[in-house]
T-cell receptor
């Protein structure tokens, strides 16, 4: 069964460093998402991406964050100048169509900022 | 502000009992509704989706949707210890965004 894959599964970085989290969405899906889950808290929407541009973003997704689809398969989340409070599990997800369709999650990238 | 609310729990039920999980949402324009199960440290995995009023059954799981009351529920029949997890309600608000509730922690006691 096709799946969303994410790398790395776990990354530790020093405060102030830049981090890139990578995702390969399911191949025939059109919408891509990044969600964040701080330990013990709820899954929070960061950004959605369609047709090579951001379609919606939350107030969390400020200038510190950016997304890119550098080629036909990868979808990346860049976090510049990481802060301690950026420590969280970051989930990539994709859907064939959009909000009316099922969202499929990757296994997540656990980011620890020290 | 689009809100999805759930009781955080924990909800404890004995093995073999019915577990009932509830979710309310704020936006009457919501079109799609999902229940996910999340084990600690893992990603959410889809249990069921529901789009129209009424009940939808899949094995031991039944989702119920009432758009007039802005309410969606999940029933788990014959609960098993392996069902112990956090259950997330997610709502699609018509844009390309899904909003998740905080989750209800379910504990099924052997």
């Amino acid at each position: 069964e096709p799946e969303v894959t994410q790398t790395p599964s776990h990354q530790v970085t020093q405060m102030g460093q830049e981090v890139i989290l990578r995702c390969v969405p399911i191949s025939n899906h059109l919408y891509f998402y990044w969600y964040r889950q701080i330990l013990g808290q709820k899954v929070e929407f960061l950004v959605s991406f369609y047709n090579n541009e951001i379609s919606e973003k939350s107030e969390i997704f400020d200038d510190q964050f950016s997304v890119e689809r550098p080629d036909g398969s990868n979808f990346t989340l860049k976090i510049r100048s990481t802060k301690l409070e950026d420590s969280a599990m970051y989930f990539c997800a994709s859907t064939p169509v959009g909000a009316g369709d099922t969202i499929y999650f990757g296994e997540g990238s656990w980011l620890t900022v020290v | 502000q689009k809100e999805v609310e759930q009781n955080s729990g924990p909800l404890s039920v004995p093995e073999g009992a019915i577990a009932s999980l509830n979710c309310t949402y704020s936006d009457r324009g919501s079109q799609s509704f999902f229940w996910y199960r999340q084990y600690s440290g893992k990603s959410p995995e889809l249990i069921m989706s529901i789009y129209s009023n009424g009940d939808k059954e899949d094995g031991r799981f039944t989702a119920q949707l009432n758009k007039a009351s802005q309410y969606v529920s999940l029933l788990i029949r014959d609960s098993q210890p392996s069902d112990s997890a956090t259950y997330l309600c997610a709502v699609g608000f018509g844009s390309q965004n899904f909003v998740f509730g905080p989750g209800t922690r379910l504990s099924v006691l052997p």
